[in-house]
C-alpha cells in the first residue's frame, strides 16, 4: 500500500529512487532502518522490498512500468483498498500457477488461432490503417481537453520524467507567474533546472503568454518549456526563440501526440505485414 500512496503523491508516476524516498517518508523509516543491508548481499533491504512490492503491483495490473523506468499507476491501482492490496501477493501466486496449468493447453490451440487480418487484401489493410492513423490525434487532443487542469499537468510531469527528467514537481497552485512545475534535465556531466508551463487549449497561445511565462523564469532558470493541447501563433514562436532572451521550448497539439505515441503513454501502434509479389523476378531466373 505504500508503494501505491507514494505513487499518488508524486502524482501518479514516479522513478524507482523517487518512490524510495516517498516510501520512507511515507512509513518514517529511520536512518538506521534505511542503511540495513540484507544479510546475503550487500543490497540494502529496504530498495529491495520496494521492488518486490512493485513486482506483485505490475503482475496485478496495478501499476505499469514503462520501457522508460518511469512506474504509473493504473485505473485498477488507483481504486484498490488497503484490505484488497494486503491479497495481492497470494492472488498473484494463484495467477502464476494458473497460468503454467494453462501453457500446454493454449500451446497446442495456437495453431488454430486465426490471424484476424491473414485473409484480407493488403490494398484494403493498408487502406484502413491509414484511415486510422489520420484520425488518431483528433481523438487524442479530444481526450485530453476533456481531462482537468490537475490531471493534465500530472500529465506534463510524468512526459517530463519518461523523457529522462528528475526531481520534477508540479507546483498545484496559482498565484505563481503561469509556472505549473519544475524539474531537472540530467545530462552525462551536468543537469540544468527547467520551468514548464501547461495548457488545454483549442486555439492559439499567443506572443503575450510566452513573454508572461518568460518573465516568470527571470532569476530562477535560464530554459523554460511551454506544452498545449492547441498551437502556437507565429508571434509567439518568434518569441520564444528571440535573440537575448532565454529560450522557451515549444510543445504544441500536434507534437504532444507524438511525443505521447513515442512514450507509449495512453497510445499503442501496431504493424501490419504486407506480402507482395514481384512477378520480374521470377521471369529472370
Excluded at 34 to 63: D, K
Excluded at 213 to 220: E, I, K, N, S, Y
Excluded at 235 to 255: M, Q, S, W, Y
Aim: proline fraction near 4%; glycine fraction near 8%; aromatic fraction near 6%.
Amino acid at each position: 500500500m505504500p508503494t501505491l500512496q507514494a505513487l499518488e503523491n508524486l502524482g501518479g508516476s514516479a522513478r524507482a529512487d523517487e518512490l524510495n524516498a516517498e516510501i520512507a517518508k511515507l512509513m518514517d523509516l529511520s536512518d538506521e532502518v534505511l542503511n540495513y543491508r540484507r544479510p546475503t548481499s550487500s543490497t540494502n533491504e529496504v530498495p529491495y522490498r520496494s521492488a518486490w512490492a512493485r513486482t506483485y503491483l505490475r503482475m496485478y495490473g496495478a501499476i505499469e512500468r514503462t520501457s522508460h523506468g518511469v512506474w504509473a499507476l493504473t485505473p485498477i491501482g488507483r481504486g484498490l483498498t488497503p484490505e484488497q492490496v494486503k491479497q495481492i501477493p497470494s492472488k498473484v501466486r494463484a495467477m502464476q500457477a494458473a497460468k503454467k496449468a494453462k501453457a500446454l493447453v493454449a500451446s497446442s490451440e495456437q495453431d488454430d488461432i486465426a490471424n484476424p487480418v491473414a485473409d484480407v487484401p493488403a490494398a484494403i489493410v493498408q487502406e484502413v490503417e491509414a484511415e486510422v492513423n489520420a484520425d488518431w490525434k483528433t481523438q487524442l487532443l479530444g481526450v485530453l481537453l476533456t481531462m482537468s487542469p490537475a490531471a493534465f499537468e500530472r500529465l506534463a510531469q510524468r512526459i517530463l520524467r519518461e523523457s529522462g527528467f528528475v526531481k520534477v514537481e508540479v507546483k498545484g497552485k496559482s498565484g505563481d507567474g503561469g509556472i505549473d512545475g519544475i524539474g531537472v534535465l540530467r545530462l552525462t556531466l551536468i543537469s540544468f533546472q527547467v520551468l514548464f508551463q501547461c495548457k488545454r487549449y483549442q486555439g492559439s497561445v499567443t506572443a503575450g503568454e510566452i513573454r508572461d511565462f518568460r518573465g516568470a523564469m527571470v532569476g530562477r532558470t535560464d530554459k523554460g518549456l511551454f506544452i498545449t493541447t492547441g498551437r502556437f501563433t507565429s508571434d509567439a514562436r518568434r518569441e520564444a526563440t528571440r535573440d537575448g532572451a532565454p529560450p522557451v521550448e515549444l510543445i504544441d497539439g500536434e507534437g504532444l501526440c507524438d511525443l505521447l505515441k513515442d512514450l507509449r503513454i495512453g497510445v499503442s501502434t501496431r504493424q501490419v505485414e504486407v506480402v507482395s509479389v514481384h512477378p520480374e523476378v521470377f521471369g529472370a531466373v
